[in-house]
């Protein structure tokens, strides 16, 4: 199984700032990779696919880049509503594998 | 807009078997297009998937290697929801389980829809 790793485990940010989530892939999956977004309690919300590819309805402040092993998801200027848990997931072979979460919480 | 609505109960005993519905509305189980899964979320596995099921001329069903000897996942056509059952149950399966449809865009693929998730407690 293709072994997903996030970075940094949580962070605190000001209403504002520009944030960034890593995921590095176990090996390389083009840009077979996703984003969620959990609050607690609910389930995740499907934010970006292809790496960079917006969901329709979701905010231009998200984006996404990379290929290959390594990716990034930025909010270019965080808002409250942004708090979470930010999830990655290949979905370049069976078994589509998760991150293991990066919490964002605001400052 | 696609809705998944899922049920079950909360609480399962050990060596017994969960089972759990997703209820679909605004598309079909017997979609070409789409499939529907199963995935949980523990603080030990995080998330997981486990099942899968699609129809592309028949029925296709896919299992996580992990719970393959134990799970069952079946559509209905009749009541457009598909079921998971998880035999032989211990406390390692507690955890909220999801149904999610995977989606797709331009080659590319997503759970794009997901149930409201059941926290299923496995305990005596």
């Known amino acids: 199984d293709i072994q997903m790793t996030q970075s940094p485990s949580s962070l605190s940010a000001s209403v504002g700032d520009r944030v960034t989530i890593t995921c590095r892939a176990s090996q390389s999956i083009s840009t077979y990779l996703n984003w969620y977004q959990q609050k607690s309690g609910k389930a995740p919300k499907f934010l970006i696919y292809a790496a960079s590819s917006l969901q329709s309805g979701v905010p231009s402040r998200f984006s996404g880049s990379g290929s290959g092993t390594d990716f990034s998801l930025t909010i270019s200027s965080l808002q409250p509503e942004d708090f979470g848990t930010y999830y990655c997931?290949?979905?370049?072979?069976?078994?589509?594998?998760f991150g293991q979460g990066t919490k964002v919480e605001i400052k | 807009q696609v809705q998944l609505q899922q049920s079950g109960p909360g609480l399962v005993r050990p060596s017994q078997t969960l089972s759990l519905t997703c209820a679909i509305s605004?598309?079909?189980?017997?979609?070409?297009?789409?499939?529907w899964n199963w995935i949980r979320q523990s603080p030990s596995r995080g998330l997981e998937w486990l099942a899968g099921?699609?129809?592309?001329?028949?029925?296709?069903?896919d299992y996580a290697v992990s719970v393959k000897s134990r799970i069952s996942i079946n559509p209905d056509t009749s009541k457009n929801q598909f079921s998971l059952q998880l035999n032989s149950v211990t406390p390692e399966d507690t955890a909220v389980y999801y149904c999610?449809?995977?989606?797709?865009?331009?080659?590319?693929?997503?759970?794009?829809?997901w149930g409201q998730g059941t926290l299923v407690t496995v305990s005596s």
């Open positions: 999610a449809r995977r989606g797709c865009s331009g080659g590319r693929c997503f759970y794009d829809y």
């Open positions: 099921t699609y129809y592309t001329s028949r029925w296709y069903n």
């Open positions: 997931q290949q979905s370049y072979s069976i078994p589509w594998t």
């Open positions: 605004g598309d079909s189980v017997s979609s070409n297009s789409a499939s």
